[in-house]
Structures are given as C-alpha cells and as structure tokens.
C-alpha cells in the first residue's frame, strides 16, 4: 500500500502520516483511516497477523478521522471528529493498543450548543521521549471556532492530558489549525488561519513551550494578504530547517493576483517572519497554493501544491493532494529550493515541475 492507497480511501495525509509511513516502509504494519456513513473505520494490518479493524461509531455521518500516528510502543493514535447528538459533535482522540483494543479515548466538545461541523481534530505529532500532541478547533460560544493543542502521555494505557491550550484569533470569529510541527527541541508549532472582523482570513502561526504549553513567542505570526476584500490566506504546511527556523508554505490572497502560493521562513527564537515568496501563474492569476513542505538529509527543501491553469484539453484534469481535492484546470507544483544556513531575504530554485 502507498499513500495514494490512502488517498482513494478518503483519508486526508498531512505531516502526521509519516509515522504510519516510516512503519509502513519496514514491512510492519499499514494503516488507514475512512470516512463512511456510519462512522470512523481504523484498520491495522500486520505482515504476520491477520487485520484488526475497528468501526468507532459516533451519532451521524459528521464522524470522520483525520490523522493517524504511531506511538512509541507500536500503539496507534487517531484524532478527526465523534458526532455526539443531533446537531453537536466533539474533536476525538482515540489510542489503540498495537493489537488494536482501545484503551482509551478523549472526546472535546466546544461550549456552543450547535458545533456540529466547526469541532475537529486535524493534526497530530510527537515529541522525542513519545508525549503526543493534537491540534484542530472547538466550536465555543460567542469566539466562533478557536484553535485547540493538547499535550498526551503517550505511554500511558489510560488518558493522561499533560497540558491543554484553547486559543480565540483575536476577533471571535473561526479559527482552525491546518499543520503541526514538533520541533527538534519538543516545542510545538501550529499554522492555520484566523478569521478578521471582516470575514477575511490571514495567516496564523504560533509557538508553544513543549513542557508547559506556555506561549513560546511575544505574540503569534499573522500575515495577510494585499487584497482588499475577502481574502483566503492560510498556512497549509510546516518544516523545521537544520539551523532551527520554521518553513512554512501555504496561499495568500493578493490584488491582481488572486491567490499566490506562498513560502516563506520564520525565526524560530523570535515568531517574526523572515522572507516570503509568493508564486503565481500570471498567465491567469488564480488558485496557486501550498500544501506540503518537507527539508532533505541534505537540507534542501521540497515543497509541492497546485497552481492553476487555463482550462485546456491539455491540463483539464483533477489533482489529487495531500489535504484537499481540486477542480479542472489546476496542476501539481513541486518545486526545489536550496536554502542558506544564514538568514538571507531569498532561496535559490534548484529545479520546477508541474504535472497535470
């Protein structure tokens, strides 16, 4: 099984799979989580064993599951959303034995009475001695969806919360986490969007001290686009480089240009943004965004998305990616780069692609 396996499925990768990846890879164990109608399907299978499949059923078809990361001892964890009742639903942590018998579940519900949708878990990662980390957005009262972290002992057969951060964008209006980074020194990094008074939404990044939870920069990352109206601006990806600063790609919403991908670095130490560049198809100035970026052994950094193009019989095709399903007419980017140890305003593109 590849990730494409996984695609066709309807699981949605992000940074987390690699665990199940690098496992995978051994000749271990393949896992994969579906969304179906009645509820969240988790299989594990093991090259010597027969599969071990286990349907969590929540109330509806809200249920779905997200991400999927292995813990230390071969246990498996998954986070998405449980339907809880008619019209709520709660972001859901579940960890599995590596036999696949649940031991324990953490199921967090917003304090708005209608959270149906906006409640979910969206990424997961671990730091060096196997402590988990789950981010998404719990819909609440008056704040709209606000970005949720938490911090797990990942040894523990029963659940063992560590720390918890619940975080409004700044405007009570929805928030949502769509990367997590755990960094080389166990602190963590999410990347999402926040939503403005305006309906607009802008970039948002934010560091938090692995141990406590506590805020790692003076204040978070934002960063919006030019354009004047609705804007679409997120962060859709993160890497940490070898010198310790944070590559991030993702889109903004720019006049004229509409949507540009964007990729830039931030100063791990500081929180403040470092440089930015911004692609775009100026041959019709559309949907070009960021999706995944990964740093080499030797240290030269991948990034990949879609820029779009004009709708031909040539390129009049669906890309299929990490995160998300796109119309016709959009083709996958991949792009090198080399960049400096120093903090230098540009990189150095060693190669383009696009497929499509």
Known sequence: MDEGVGRSAGLRLSSCYTYGRERIMR???????????????LGCVDAQAAPVVIN???????????????????????CGRLQTGQNNSGLVV?????????????????????????????????????????????????????????????????????????????ANRDDAVKALLVTASDDVVIGGYRTETNDALAMYVAKFAGATGADAWPSPLIIAGTATGFRLDSVNGLAELWDGDIAFVGTLTNQVTN??????????????????????????????????????????????????????????????????DHSCGSRLLTEGFLMPSALLPSATVLWSLQEG
């Not at 000749?27 to 399907?41: D, P, Q, R, S």
């Not at 969590?56 to 998954?78: M, N, R, Y």
């Not at 041959?283 to 950094?301: E, H, K, L, M, R």
Request: proline share 2%.
């Open 56 to 78: 969590v059923k929540g109330q509806s078809d809200a249920d779905t599951g997200e991400c999927i990361l292995f813990g230390d001892d071969g246990s498996v964890f998954v």
């Open 259 to 324: 949507n540009d991908f964007t990729f830039g670095r931030i100063s791990s130490v500081t929180g403040t943004l470092a440089w930015a560049l911004q692609l775009n198809n100026t041959s019709v100035n559309g949907s070009d965004i960021g999706y995944a970026v990964t740093v080499a052994d030797n240290g030269d950094i991948i990034i990949g998305g879609l820029t779009q193009n004009r709708f031909s019989a040539s390129d009049a095709s669906v890309s299929d990616l990490p995160l998300q």
């Open 94 to 170: 579940i960890k599995y034995s590596p036999a696949g018998e649940e031991q324990w579940r953490d199921v967090v519900e917003g304090t708005s009475p209608d959270g149906l949708l906006g409640t979910i878990g969206t990424a997961m990662g671990k730091d060096s001695v196997g402590n988990v980390f789950v981010a998404g957005a719990v819909l609440n009262t008056d704040s709209g969806t606000d970005i949720f972290v938490r911090q797990y002992d990942g040894h523990s057969p029963d659940k063992r919360v560590l720390w918890t951060r619940i975080v409004d964008g700044g």
């Open 27 to 41: 000749g271990k164990k393949i896992v994969t989580a579906v969304v179906i109608v009645c509820g969240l399907i």
